[in-house]
């Protein structure tokens, strides 16, 4: 079975500094991976997504993030932050095995200081 | 109108009420899922629905009961539902078999009183 962690519940950053939001995945088979974003009293939005493609994907927003098969790691980033961007962001894992059924991290809580 | 619309945005029900949340697609997917998001627990997978058929019940207790008439439709019945119940309820589609991530609408933030 799948599985990701989502390193620090909280992370808090300045205005105009770089964002950084720990995921290390765990899974038998090759993965695909997916951050997903959520603001206050809305749903799940899909930032970006890795599907076995180029290793570094782009996603809305500015954000960006890394496949790094030999950390286990799908780090997200963005340059820097905007007041905007505070949010709860998740990290997910799906396999082609289980239908595509995504397993989501816990979150991490993204706030931005002025 | 496009994406994944779930109505009501609010609920507030007895524990006595029946009730029925609504969740509409309009994005030509053919699977349906419904997650209960409750603070400080990770998202729960409660119902997978491929084609209009059940696909996944993740143990939900039967005070909870999923309907779905067709392909962009998805309803779950509420009933004699616990406190413990309360959470936002989140619906989302995709491409059956697809490993290209989910649409999830906005949710139902629901409170049982």
């Known amino acids: 079975a799948q599985s990701v962690t989502q390193l620090g519940s909280h992370v808090s950053v300045s205005e105009g500094a770089l964002v950084l939001l720990r995921c290390n995945y765990s899974?038998?088979?090759?993965?695909?991976l997916f951050w997903y974003v959520q603001y206050p009293n809305q749903g799940l939005q899909l930032l970006l997504k890795?599907?076995?493609?180029?290793?570094l994907v782009k996603g809305i927003n500015g954000f960006e993030a890394e496949f790094k098969k030999s950390e286990t790691s799908f780090h997200l980033t963005k340059p820097s932050a905007h007041m905007s961007d505070a949010a709860e962001y998740f990290c997910?894992?799906?396999?082609?095995?289980?239908?595509?059924?995504?397993?989501f991290g816990r979150g991490t809580s993204l706030i931005v200081h002025p | 109108e496009t994406g994944v619309t779930q109505t009501p945005r609010h609920l507030v029900m007895g524990m006595t009420n029946k009730k029925s949340l609504k969740c509409e697609q309009h994005?030509?997917?053919?699977?349906m899922y419904w997650y209960k998001q409750s603070a400080k627990k990770p998202l729960e997978l409660m119902f997978v629905?491929?084609?209009?058929?059940?696909?996944e019940n993740n143990s939900v207790p039967s005070r909870f009961s999923p309907e779905c008439p067709n392909s962009s439709h998805l309803f779950l019945h509420l009933h004699t539902l616990q406190p413990e119940d309360s959470a936002l309820y989140l619906c989302a589609s995709s491409q059956e078999q697809s490993p290209y991530g989910y649409t999830f609408g906005s949710g139902t933030r629901l409170t049982v009183v």
């Open positions: 997910a894992v799906s396999v082609a095995q289980g239908s595509y059924i995504p397993t």
């Open positions: 890795y599907t076995s493609a180029a290793t």
């Open positions: 629905y491929n084609f209009k058929e059940q696909t």
């Open positions: 899974s038998s088979v090759p993965p695909y």
């Open positions: 994005l030509g997917h053919n699977a």
